[in-house]
């Protein structure tokens, strides 16, 4: 039973454009999140975000933003993209910040 | 990663039988969460875990928190548990994801 949807679920451009994702939950969570999941399946935490607070990794270059119209949306932008950032996106919802997550199927993309 | 280290990193099984996977932690974890990425890339979540142990069917799965560990026992593997099976401890206010252990199960 899928309740946290993503599109697209795959996109290729080129180095330098940019692009943005959707992520929509229909689980009534708090909190949303995203995560970059590398071509060794390493998952790494992006961004978490409720309606009162904007969490960060740091490590997340400033390209990357997240862009929210309410708590059931979590958008991804990606302002100029880079090869490095080909990849698999993975968004994800809880009831409340460490509560179980739900995923997404994920969005692949792919940088020439 | 280093602070979720998952064993083994890979696994083949014959079908019918049965295995366990192991999650140890560098951080005072506080609950644990099991996902099953299947072939498609679907992230599953499988448990959730405050310490004790949990069951869902061919499947249990322990927190110890004191000893720093998880396990994630599976009875009677089946061809549809083949995928990569990630751990992720939350420490406050951050979740951290192991480095996965991939299961294939063989007929």
């Known amino acids: 039973e899928t309740a946290v949807f993503q599109t697209p679920n795959y996109h290729v451009t080129q180095v330098g454009n940019e692009v943005s994702f959707n992520c929509k939950q229909t689980?009534?969570?708090?909190?949303m999140y995203w995560y970059k999941q590398d071509s060794k399946k390493l998952l790494k935490i992006m961004f978490s975000y409720n309606n009162k607070q904007l969490i960060v990794n740091e490590t997340v270059p400033r390209r990357f933003s997240p862009q929210s119209s309410d708590k059931a949306h979590l958008n991804l932008r990606i302002k100029s993209v880079e090869p490095e950032d080909s990849a698999v996106y993975l968004c994800?919802?809880?009831?409340?910040?460490?509560?179980?997550?739900?995923f997404g199927s994920g969005t692949r993309l792919t940088v020439l | 990663g280093d602070k979720v280290k998952q064993s083994p990193s890979a696994l083949s099984l014959q079908e019918g039988t049965n295995s366990a996977l192991r999650c140890n932690f560098s951080i005072a974890a506080t609950t644990v969460q099991w996902f099953l990425q299947n072939p498609r890339g679907s992230l599953i979540n499988l448990f959730y875990?405050?310490?004790g142990t949990k069951e869902n069917g061919r499947l249990k799965s322990t927190f110890n928190s004191k000893e720093s560990y998880s396990t994630l026992h599976i009875r009677d593997a089946q061809l549809e548990d083949s995928g990569t099976y990630f751990c992720?401890?939350?420490?406050?206010?951050?979740?951290?994801f192991g480095d996965g252990t991939v299961l294939t199960v063989k007929p």
């Open positions: 992720a401890a939350e420490a406050p206010g951050k979740l951290t």
């Open positions: 875990l405050v310490p």
């Open positions: 994800a919802s809880s009831l409340f910040s460490a509560e179980t997550l739900y």
């Open positions: 689980l009534g969570h708090d909190t």
